[in-house]
């Protein structure tokens, strides 16, 4: 169990800083943004360059770390 932030921008410019667990599920980091930005969990796509991250799988099995930024769409 490791705290990690993990920050996530959209393409008009906002990020958001969101502290997780890396073994917390991509689902479960798009509710922590969600509850941010007042967007829905599942509107919300996360990527990094041509890699669409499933909601299923761990932020740790997609080896995410602190610090890491993330697209958001």
Request: hydrophobic share 35%; glycine share 6%.
């Amino acid at each position: 169990m490791t705290l990690i932030e993990v920050i996530a921008n959209d393409r008009l410019g906002q990020k958001v800083r969101v502290k997780c667990d890396s073994d917390d599920t991509v689902g479960d980091l798009k509710k922590l943004i969600a509850a941010q930005t007042g967007t829905k969990p599942e509107k919300i796509v996360l990527k990094k360059w041509y890699t669409i991250y499933k909601d299923h799988i761990t932020l740790s099995d997609y080896e995410i770390n602190d610090g890491m930024s993330l697209e958001m769409q």
